[in-house]
């Protein structure tokens, strides 16, 4: 890859989501918002390659995306073009009222979670048009076949159209509503910038974990008293205060047992634990905690231990009990069996993570915890194969990377 189609690729990283929000803001359609930023960035390939990258490659994409969205409704109201283009070039109209959001990204996330939709497709349109994320990386993050995914988005892009669902500023009355698939959004926005699943990608994107930070707390200062919100906050804080210690000198994913914890952030650490605090006192009180403050207050828990040995394994596994109360996935099944192997050992883990075989015989990380249960039980032909799955299935080279060491470490 070249210097210029690299400089496309950051750009597309880093201001995807961005171009889309402004052009759907303005022209009020997700089709022609899409595909006028994707005209824009293959025209950038072509256009930088001869003159070179421009000074602010982000205002460049928006500028070129808003021509060709004009170009494209032009031709498809050849009745009314010349009115509407001098309408859209020369717009005197005072500004559309920010409601109760001021954040353009924001904004755009709220409206495409509009609860006439089915949950799946919001989630996958929101995704996709306002996270970045791909077509692939969707479907890594749901578990799904990618044919799903689009068929997903192609639904919600339909339903909208048909049903004249407006791309309107959400009110304040608006946000309870549709504030807990936001929250998933942003959380399935973050994991893909916490543990990369693209192969062609660097194991952690701070840009996305960065920017769902920011969006979190946004939604904190618009729902302060609401405690799923501040526990997701929480909980991407003491994810991202790991964040230097994830990833080796040579590019390989770190695990928590073998981090350098001296290399956290505290300052984070702290800001965390004060939020988790906050919300235990609230359940307290009779408010009942949520998946995202439950998983926070794990995380609490690893990041209190100054070594590993000293973990709270009880505690863990006492909070993914009531976790699984309440979301029963897999996915949570299987982070549980990994607390349970240190309080019951790996012979009772590896009995519960083989009763998920059927619903996670696709996900890399259900090979690699089987692969380290059978490690520790002794059992190294056995691992080494789940290992060899683990490998063949995982996302990002990081990753790929470490399990690969830990497989050539059997005997």
Known sequence: MNDVEQAAAEAHRTEWSRVVATLTRRFGDLDIAEEAAAEAFATAVE????????????????????????????????????????????DDTPPEPLGA???????????????ALAVEARLALTLRMVGGLTVPEIARAFLVAESAVGQRITRAKGKIKAANIPYRVPSAADLPARVSAVLTVLFLVFNEGYLASGPDTDPIRQDLTTEAIRLTRLIRELLPQDGEVAGLLALMLLIEARRS?????GGELV????????????????????????????????????????LAAINAVHTCARDIRDTDWSQVVALYDQL???DPSPVVALNRAIAVAEVDGPEVALAAVDRLEP???GYHAYHATRADLLRRLGRSRESRAAYDRAIELAGNTGETAYLIRRRDQLR
């Open 47 to 90: 256009r930088w390659r001869a003159d070179g990258v421009p000074p602010n490659p982000g205002a460049w994409l928006t500028t070129t995306a808003q021509r060709k969205a004009i170009d494209r409704i032009r031709r498809e109201n050849k009745r009314d073009d010349k009115h509407k283009e001098a309408q859209m070039l020369h």
């Open 101 to 115: 959001i001021d954040d353009d990204r924001l904004r755009l996330i709220f409206t495409c979670c509009h609860p």
């Open 245 to 249: 210690a994830r990833v080796s000198a």
């Open 255 to 294: 695990s928590l047992d073998e981090q350098d914890r001296g290399a956290w952030d505290r300052g984070l650490i702290a800001e965390g634990h004060r939020l988790v605090r906050e919300r235990l006192a609230a359940a307290t009180a009779g408010a009942a905690p949520g998946r995202y403050q439950l």
């Open 324 to 326: 699984v109360r309440i």
């Open 359 to 361: 619903r996670l015989a």
